[in-house]
């Protein structure tokens, strides 16, 4: 199973779970979880390094505006030798990822309509776009995987998209998320 497949089952996985109201109180909450449990699942890929809270710089080194929740980068790309890649103050550089994951968790005093937060993931969905299309050149794109995982406490929903630039998302479907109280 490639590296790529084993993210996406990861995700299915954690998302899945029997999640309690009270396991996310914050969408840091969701991050740290989701992490650890993508660590504990690729824990045997020594290529694979996980990541969170990257900022995004295009082709040329221009600065994104974005950064992202967590990217799951190929370690054998990673570099730390500023000498080689040039970023500001960042000391890091990666041309190599696996995969993007953005996260959205919505609290039950949340005053945004459904029709706002819905507005709110497709901003992701866009986001994750163009990410892709701004850094990544001469690679297969199929090879990469990008993910909006979102948790709503207050409509008691859930959503896992896979997103690639050939869908529009003008709906977005969202599943029963049976929040499960201890007895």
């Given at each position: 199973m490639?590296?790529?497949?084993?993210?996406?089952l990861a995700i299915e996985k954690f998302y899945s779970?029997?999640?309690?109201?009270?396991?996310?109180?914050?969408?840091?909450?969701?991050?740290?979880?989701l992490f650890y449990f993508l660590k504990v699942e690729l824990a045997n890929d020594k290529n694979a390094s996980i990541h969170s809270e990257i900022r995004w710089y295009g082709n040329t080194g221009e600065k994104l505006k974005y950064r992202s929740?967590?990217?799951?980068?190929?370690?054998?790309d990673l570099t730390t030798d500023s000498n080689i890649f040039?970023?500001?103050?960042?000391?890091?550089?990666f041309n190599k990822y696996y995969s993007i994951i953005e996260i959205k968790l919505r609290r039950p005093n949340d005053k945004n309509s459904n029709l706002k937060f819905n507005d709110i993931i497709?901003?992701?969905i866009n986001k994750l776009i163009?990410?892709?299309q701004k850094t990544v050149e001469?690679?297969?794109?199929?090879?990469?995987?990008?993910?909006?995982?979102?948790f709503d406490k207050r409509e008691k929903k859930k959503l896992l998209l896979s997103v690639d630039d050939t869908n529009q998302y003008e709906d977005i479907n969202w599943q029963n998320w049976n929040i499960y109280q201890d007895a």
């Open positions: 490639n590296m790529q497949s084993k993210i996406k779970r029997n999640w309690k109201e009270q396991d996310f109180l914050t969408e840091d909450d969701v991050r740290c979880r929740d967590i990217v799951i980068i190929d370690s054998r040039k970023l500001p103050s960042k000391g890091y550089g497709r901003d992701d163009e990410i892709k001469n690679e297969v794109e199929d090879e990469k995987k990008y993910f909006v995982i979102a």
